[in-house]
């Protein structure tokens, strides 16, 4: 059975950070891309950032600088990195996985991803 495992969400004050992490479980070894998205109350799925099996990554511009992506590849647990959090970054943050295609990951969207964990709660504070 397969799982994606969030943790690390919580609440902070602007300008603070958070590590999120995804432990999967019952992934093939070949797994395409993994990725990061989150959703806000009212508002759309969008890519936060995703990572390629070389380890080459994408973000939008949104949190270009401010997250890092990164993969564990003894285990595949996938990591996010917030720094500089804002109250716009608020929202639930999901873990997915594309064990499907081949396709580059870039900047595709929720429908690229088989695979998605329950969510974290990211709350930022002004």
């Known amino acids: 059975q397969v799982q994606l495992v969030e943790s690390g969400g919580g609440s902070v004050q602007a300008g603070g950070s958070l590590r999120l992490s995804c432990v999967p479980s019952g992934l093939p070894a070949d797994i395409n891309c993994m990725a990061w998205f989150r959703q806000a109350p009212g508002q759309e799925r969008e890519g936060v950032a995703t990572?390629?099996?070389?380890?080459?990554?994408w973000y939008a511009d949104t949190v270009k600088g401010r997250f890092t992506i990164s993969q564990d590849s003894a285990n595949n647990t996938l990591y996010l990195q917030m720094n500089s959090l804002k109250p716009e970054d608020t929202a639930m943050y999901y873990c997915?996985?594309?064990?499907?295609?081949?396709?580059?990951?870039?900047?595709?969207?929720?429908?690229?991803?088989?695979?998605w964990g329950q969510g974290t709660q990211v709350t930022v504070s002004s």
């Open positions: 990572i390629n099996p070389s380890g080459a990554a």
């Open positions: 997915a996985a594309d064990t499907r295609s081949t396709f580059r990951c870039g900047s595709r969207g929720p429908a690229a991803y088989n695979q």
